[in-house]
């Protein structure tokens, strides 16, 4: 079974600097998705990035981008210029692509703190 | 495009009653999923519609979980004689079958609090 860990319960960063936020997965499958999601409190998630396993490039949607490193079955995000709205919680999830399954897997998120 | 929608947004009920809660997904969506989040956690997957045929349901959705789609659109699940682990959000996501949209929309969710 695939499972999703995010070891970092909180973080903290400064308004305008740059924070990683970590993910590892564990899969025996070769072809999937990876997702980051954004929790903001007592609101609904949305979707930040996504990244397919197939594809060697990282993905990047502005200001947020993802290390994926296939081999060590990481996948981080970076936020670069923190800003005040991007505090929230952050989910990292795992799709297979397996054509059978399409439920997502969650790790326990991270909690992103913004500091002015 | 209106996003998914869930009603109702709070819930609060006794031990041993009945809740039903609603969700509307994006309308060209023909995938629902109902997923269950605790406090600190992540959300966990309850199941799964592709129009209106339930494909996948996970061990968590015990016996006293129904959650039906009868005409491919909106989706209810029921919660039987609620228990205080009962209590959650239960999160409803839609997704498009199309390969390249299949990314899961989330709606804001029903907390439920079960006294």
């Known amino acids: 079974a695939q499972t999703v860990t995010q070891s970092q319960p909180e973080m903290s960063v400064q308004e305008a600097e740059t924070v990683t936020l970590s993910c590892t997965y564990d899969?025996?499958?070769?072809?999937?998705?990876l997702f980051w999601y954004k929790q903001p409190p007592s609101r609904q998630m949305i979707l930040v990035i996504r990244?397919?396993?197939?594809?060697?490039q990282n993905a990047t949607e502005n200001r947020f981008s993802v290390n994926f490193q296939k081999a060590a079955k990481s996948f981080s995000l970076k936020i670069s210029d923190s800003q005040l709205g991007d505090a929230a919680m952050y989910f990292c999830?795992?799709?297979?692509?397996?054509?059978?399954?399409?439920?997502?897997?969650f790790g326990t998120g991270t909690r992103l703190k913004v500091l002015a | 495009d209106t996003g998914v929608s869930q009603d109702p947004r709070h819930k609060i009920t006794k031990r041993g009653q009945n809740v039903t809660f609603r969700c509307d997904p994006i309308?060209?969506?023909?995938?629902l999923y109902w997923y269950r989040q605790t406090l600190g956690q992540g959300p966990e997957f309850l199941t799964y519609?592709?129009?209106?045929?339930?494909?996948?349901k996970s061990r968590l959705l015990s016996d006293r979980f129904s959650a039906e789609r009868p005409k491919g659109s909106f989706s209810t699940l029921e919660i039987q004689r609620t228990e205080q682990g009962d209590s959650a959000m239960y999160l409803c996501?839609?997704?498009?079958?199309?390969?390249?949209?299949?990314?899961?929309?989330f709606g804001p969710g029903t907390r439920l609090t079960v006294l």
């Open positions: 899969t025996s499958e070769s072809d999937y998705y």
């Open positions: 990244q397919e396993a197939y594809k060697q």
């Open positions: 999830a795992y799709r297979s692509a397996d054509s059978g399954t399409y439920k997502y897997i």
């Open positions: 519609f592709q129009n209106e045929a339930q494909l996948e």
């Open positions: 996501a839609s997704s498009s079958q199309d390969r390249g949209r299949r990314t899961q929309y």
């Open positions: 309308s060209e969506h023909n995938r």
